[in-house]
């Protein structure tokens, strides 16, 4: 199992970016999938998680509004749309993966997933 995530770069704030995680080597339609990020010093948080379905989401509450997840299975991607960003969301961020059963909604812990990709910088600046 692969996880390429891709679009993080540098912005300023108030902008916005659009991070992609394309995934390989899976069934993607069968894998609730999320988002986490990390800055230096602190711990992993949630970002946005979405359910193998896309029928449910949810999100960290400071992203509440602002980020909105989604998922393509056809093209096996699942996509993090940021605006609004702040100092705050800088962080390097990460896909992962879990396999689910297709009742269960989106899973909002780390430990709740199997597999990680590499993770894409954000850095919002002045």
């Known amino acids: 199992v692969q996880l390429q995530a891709s679009g993080g770069g540098l912005v300023q704030v108030g902008g916005s970016l659009r991070l992609s995680c394309a995934a390989s080597?899976?069934?993607?339609?069968?894998?609730?999938m999320g988002w986490f990020r990390q800055a230096p010093g602190k711990e992993r948080e949630l970002v946005a998680a979405?359910?193998?379905?896309?029928?449910?989401?949810s999100y960290g509450d400071s992203m509440k509004g602002r980020f909105t997840i989604s998922r393509d299975n056809d093209k096996k991607t699942v996509h993090l749309q940021m605006n609004s960003l702040t100092h705050d969301d800088t962080a390097n961020y990460y896909c992962?993966?879990?396999?689910?059963?297709?009742?269960?909604?989106?899973?909002?812990?780390?430990?709740?997933?199997?597999?990680w990709g590499q993770g894409t910088q954000v850095t919002v600046s002045s």
């Open positions: 992962a993966a879990k396999h689910t059963i297709l009742s269960v909604g989106a899973i909002t812990t780390a430990t709740g997933y199997d597999y």
């Open positions: 979405i359910s193998r379905s896309g029928g449910s989401t």
């Open positions: 080597g899976l069934t993607f339609s069968r894998y609730a």
